[in-house]
């Protein structure tokens, strides 16, 4: 059974509270019990079941279970649910429903046929309406089958409140910049960035903006946490200390310092990235200053994303800073977040920041073409632009941002949060999770062949000392990256990437405890090259031998594989500084993660997808091995890589594959290869040269549609090998 949560982290408590999004009921089941639900199991059963340390509710055939949720008038609603099903098939499947009288239910969502391996998780969200009356809403999960192998388990229930965003204040007051009026938001989005008759600052902001010390969040409401790290982290809801460089150029502010900023603060790393200053400070010399910002989980790659603002003078006194959190790529641990800071400002010499400037020139004129969505339809009037970035493919709440790229131009969706769009989704830093194992690993080992031929035999206890040879000794580099070292606990799709073991490894924090864990976790199972099995620890493993053999072939004892290789051929295209980094080790070895950690921004993820489309050339220059990426990109009808989860899916040197020949209307397979990173991250690399991506965190990895109407833009059956 499962127990009702009542989470009101005081937000509450007087006249003055804000009102951000409100947890209202939130279950994990963890308990073991279903304390507050009644239930009927009609011709099923009705049961808590525990999977690796998991606890859901499992309802089977037509099952069903319900509870009472308490909500006020005035604030919209949101209900989100998790379901792994099983045996599934036509018009069976598990639904999460709502009503106000007992009789009449609204459909929130669904998980259907083909959504059902018993073992993924399926979120489903989604609003209803403001009420105009305090009420008690029935929720409701039932499993909508027709026979006794048709089963729903139920996970991470909840029920959020938020202010309608119509109803969010449009103005920032100075009073609650100076401190002088309570801290009393959450506001739009639209407050954070100059209006269109917001005039220019008649001074600039060049100097140092520190926050001295680590500061408490005044307001914090946990909307998500799968793995229940807030009751174990005292300090989940402090903001770290930080002390940035600004610069100023005309209406434009540049932080000098780009990426994550790295710090003793056990849970979070800030990141600034370029924001806008006007003259909005309502008088009294007073201008205004806003910059988004964000929080990136320490040792992972979790984003919160933020605004923030404050007030200044010419003479460099700057009032309290308001950080406003509400919105991310994370789907375990989500939160809305509201402070107010003690930031002080050191004035600098703005000449000093030319070459900041300059390098921010160069880095927006290396930039895609950008248009809008709108732009798309407009371009491309024979599409139904719905299509690109569906709402029936990923759940709106769930989407950070997507694109897509056609023509050598950027056609960009909006960022929205729960406050409203954001008004930097140009430069909103997105994580990368395992699109790293194909802009990292994969890359890099393309690189490394094309400089030195033979470097994708080698084998990785060569260059790993710590990897034994009776399990590492066969296995190549391209192996490793295929993920098919036949080291394996089992091939049950997930089973060993969701083991306690692989969380341990992708906690630790030192090369020497990663590397040890990622050798000897799994026993040999098969033959090198015959069995593929998800594995991020032998993409590490990768790594940890690229970057010896590296350092024996160049003569460069000191050479980093990710600053070697990869780096100039961002500096190349023109990415920005986020892209110019990646999460390390936290030790004196410092070594690249090549499964995740990197942080980059649409237009980062757009040109590193068309310098893979173009066959890795750059001026006329080939940059990578060309029949390595011939395989990753699937131009090689005889080298497909191997089946992995089911027959319509590949996955060859770091790159997924699916075949979309019956989808299309094909006669013949169509062989999509795309990247793909944890929690519902995709990037299709389409046939006929054109790039759709989007980041979300819904765990949901959809793209078919998109690439529908790709193939209405450009053709693209018969030209696929």
Same mark, same amino acid.
């Given at each position: 059974?499962?127990?009702?949560?009542?989470?009101?982290?005081?937000?509450?408590?007087?006249?003055?509270? %804000?009102?951000?999004?409100?947890?209202?009921?939130?279950?994990?089941?963890?308990?073991?019990?279903?304390?507050?639900?009644?239930?009927?199991?009609?011709?099923?059963?009705?049961?808590?079941?525990?999977?690796?340390?998991?606890?859901?509710?499992?309802?089977?055939?037509?099952?069903?279970?319900?509870?009472?949720?308490?909500?006020?008038?005035?604030?919209?609603?949101?209900?989100?649910?998790?379901?792994?099903?099983?045996?599934?098939?036509?018009?069976?499947?598990?639904?999460?429903?709502?009503?106000?009288?007992?009789?009449?239910?609204?459909?929130?969502?669904?998980?259907?046929?083909?959504?059902?391996?018993?073992?993924?998780? *399926?979120?489903?969200?989604?609003?209803?309406?403001?009420?105009?009356?305090?009420?008690? !809403?029935?929720?409701?999960?039932?499993?909508?089958?027709?026979?006794?192998?048709?089963?729903?388990?139920?996970?991470?229930?909840?029920?959020?409140?938020?202010?309608?965003?119509?109803?969010? %204040?449009?103005?920032?007051?100075?009073?609650?910049?100076?401190?002088?009026?309570?801290?009393?938001?959450?506001?739009?989005?639209?407050?954070?960035?100059?209006?269109?008759?917001?005039?220019?600052?008649?001074?600039?902001?060049?100097?140092?903006?520190?926050?001295?010390?680590?500061?408490?969040?005044?307001?914090?409401?946990?909307?998500?946490?799968?793995?229940?790290?807030?009751?174990?982290?005292?300090?989940?809801?402090?903001?770290?200390?930080?002390?940035?460089?600004?610069?100023?150029?005309?209406?434009?502010?540049?932080?000098?310092?780009?990426?994550?900023?790295?710090?003793?603060?056990?849970?979070?790393?800030?990141?600034?990235?370029?924001?806008?200053?006007?003259?909005?400070?309502?008088?009294?010399?007073?201008?205004?200053?806003?910059?988004?910002?964000?929080?990136?989980?320490?040792?992972?790659?979790?984003?919160?994303?933020?605004?923030?603002?404050?007030?200044?003078?010419?003479?460099?006194?700057?009032?309290?800073?308001?950080?406003?959190?509400?919105?991310?790529?994370?789907?375990?641990?989500?939160?809305?977040?509201?402070?107010?800071?003690?930031?002080?400002?050191?004035?600098?010499?703005?000449?000093?920041?030319?070459?900041?400037?300059?390098?921010?020139?160069?880095?927006?004129?290396?930039? &895609?073409?950008?248009?809008?969505?709108?732009?798309?339809?407009?371009?491309?009037?024979?599409?139904?632009?719905?299509?690109?970035?569906?709402?029936?493919?990923?759940?709106?709440?769930?989407?950070?941002?997507?694109?897509?790229?056609?023509?050598?131009?950027?056609?960009?969706?909006?960022?929205?949060?729960?406050?409203?769009?954001?008004?930097?989704?140009?430069?909103? %830093?997105?994580?990368?999770?395992?699109?790293?194992?194909?802009?990292?690993?994969?890359?890099? &080992? !393309?690189?490394?062949?094309?400089?030195?031929?033979?470097?994708?035999?080698?084998?990785?206890?060569?260059?790993?000392?710590?990897?034994?040879?009776?399990?590492?000794?066969?296995?190549?580099?391209?192996?490793?990256?295929?993920?098919?070292?036949?080291?394996?606990?089992?091939?049950?799709?997930?089973?060993?990437?969701?083991?306690?073991?692989?969380?341990?490894?992708?906690?630790?924090?030192?090369?020497?405890?990663?590397?040890?864990?990622?050798?000897? !976790?799994?026993?040999?199972?098969?033959?090198?090259?015959? *069995?593929?099995?998800?594995?991020?620890?032998?993409?590490?493993?990768?790594?940890?031998?690229?970057?010896?053999?590296?350092?024996?072939?160049?003569?460069?004892?000191?050479?980093?594989?990710?600053?070697?290789?990869?780096?100039?051929?961002?500096?190349?295209?023109?990415?920005?500084?986020?892209?110019?980094?990646?999460?390390?080790?936290?030790?004196?070895?410092?070594?690249?993660?090549?499964?995740?950690?990197?942080?980059?921004?649409?237009?980062?993820?757009?040109?590193?997808?068309?310098?893979?489309?173009?066959?890795?050339?750059?001026?006329?220059?080939?940059?990578?091995?060309?029949?390595?990426?011939?395989?990753?990109?699937?131009?090689?009808?005889?080298?497909?890589?191997?089946?992995?989860?089911?027959?319509?899916?590949?996955?060859?040197?770091?790159?997924?594959?699916?075949?979309?020949?019956?989808?299309?209307?094909?006669?013949?397979?169509?062989?999509?290869?795309?990247?793909?990173?944890?929690?519902?991250?995709?990037?299709?690399?389409?046939?006929?040269?054109?790039?759709?991506?989007?980041?979300?965190?819904?765990?949901?990895?959809?793209?078919?549609?998109?690439?529908?109407?790709?193939?209405?833009?450009?053709?693209?059956?018969?030209?696929?090998?």
């Amino acid at each position: 059974m499962i127990r009702t949560a009542l989470l009101a982290l005081g937000l509450l408590t007087g006249p003055a509270a %804000p009102v951000m999004a409100q947890t209202l009921f939130a279950e994990d089941f963890q308990d073991g019990d279903a304390e507050g639900w009644r239930g009927d199991a009609g011709r099923g059963d009705i049961r808590i079941s525990e999977y690796a340390g998991n606890f859901s509710l499992r309802l089977q055939r037509d099952a069903w279970v319900v509870t009472a949720v308490s909500i006020r008038a005035g604030l919209e609603i949101r209900v989100a649910a998790d379901f792994a099903a099983e045996g599934l098939e036509g018009e069976d499947s598990c639904r999460l429903e709502t009503s106000f009288d007992g009789r009449t239910w609204a459909e929130i969502g669904r998980v259907v046929d083909g959504q059902d391996d018993a073992v993924s998780l *399926t979120p489903i969200a989604g609003n209803v309406p403001a009420s105009d009356a305090d009420r008690a !809403m029935l929720l409701r999960l039932r499993a909508a089958g027709n026979a006794g192998n048709d089963i729903c388990w139920a996970d991470n229930i909840s029920v959020t409140a938020s202010v309608p965003l119509a109803a969010l %204040p449009d103005d920032l007051p100075a009073a609650v910049l100076l401190g002088t009026e309570p801290l009393a938001g959450p506001w739009a989005t639209s407050v954070f960035a100059p209006g269109p008759g917001d005039p220019a600052p008649a001074a600039g902001l060049n100097g140092r903006l520190t926050l001295a010390a680590p500061h408490r969040a005044d307001h914090f409401t946990l909307l998500r946490d799968e793995f229940d790290a807030a009751p174990r982290a005292e300090r989940v809801d402090e903001l770290p200390a930080f002390a940035i460089d600004l610069v100023s150029d005309g209406v434009e502010l540049i932080p000098v310092q780009r990426g994550p900023q790295r710090g003793d603060h056990p849970d979070w790393e800030w990141i600034f990235q370029p924001g806008r200053i006007w003259d909005g400070g309502d008088g009294e010399g007073w201008l205004r200053a806003a910059l988004p910002v964000a929080l990136q989980e320490r040792n992972a790659n979790c984003v919160q994303n933020g605004l923030m603002s404050f007030l200044y003078r010419q003479d460099g006194t700057v009032s309290q800073a308001v950080l406003q959190i509400g919105a991310e790529t994370c789907a375990y641990f989500q939160f809305d977040l509201l402070a107010r800071l003690p930031v002080s400002f050191t004035a600098g010499d703005a000449a000093v920041g030319e070459p900041v400037r300059q390098a921010w020139h160069a880095e927006r004129a290396a930039r &895609l073409p950008r248009g809008s969505m709108a732009d798309l339809a407009q371009a491309y009037p024979q599409i139904d632009i719905a299509e690109i970035g569906s709402v029936l493919e990923v759940t709106p709440s769930n989407m950070t941002a997507f694109g897509f790229v056609a023509d050598g131009r950027l056609y960009a969706g909006p960022c929205q949060t729960r406050q409203g769009p954001d008004p930097y989704c140009d430069v909103m %830093p997105l994580p990368s999770y395992s699109l790293a194992k194909s802009i990292v690993g994969s890359i890099a &080992l !393309m690189r490394l062949e094309r400089l030195y031929p033979g470097a994708r035999q080698a084998r990785i206890a060569d260059w790993v000392p710590q990897c034994a040879a009776e399990l590492w000794g066969d296995v190549s580099f391209e192996q490793a990256l295929d993920m098919a070292t036949g080291n394996y606990t089992s091939d049950a799709y997930d089973r060993d990437e969701a083991s306690a073991e692989t969380w341990d490894f992708l906690t630790v924090e030192t090369h020497a405890e990663k590397v040890e864990r990622a050798c000897s !976790m799994h026993p040999r199972q098969a033959e090198p090259g015959t *069995t593929w099995v998800y594995h991020t620890t032998d993409t590490y493993l990768l790594g940890v031998a690229m970057q010896a053999y590296l350092r024996q072939h160049s003569g460069r004892a000191d050479a980093d594989f990710y600053d070697a290789l990869l780096v100039p051929i961002w500096q190349q295209l023109g990415l920005s500084p986020l892209a110019m980094q990646t999460r390390r080790t936290r030790d004196a070895e410092a070594q690249p993660f090549t499964g995740w950690g990197l942080t980059l921004q649409t237009d980062d993820l757009a040109r590193i997808a068309l310098f893979l489309q173009v066959g890795g050339v750059i001026d006329g220059e080939a940059w990578l091995d060309t029949d390595l990426l011939a395989a990753a990109l699937q131009q090689n009808p005889d080298d497909r890589g191997l089946p992995a989860i089911d027959d319509s899916l590949r996955y060859r040197a770091g790159f997924w594959a699916y075949n979309a020949g019956d989808y299309l209307g094909c006669d013949h397979d169509v062989w999509i290869p795309s990247m793909s990173g944890y929690g519902g991250l995709s990037v299709a690399l389409i046939p006929n040269g054109q790039v759709y991506f989007y980041v979300s965190d819904g765990r949901e990895f959809a793209w078919r549609r998109a690439v529908a109407q790709s193939n209405i833009i450009q053709p693209f059956c018969e030209a696929v090998p």
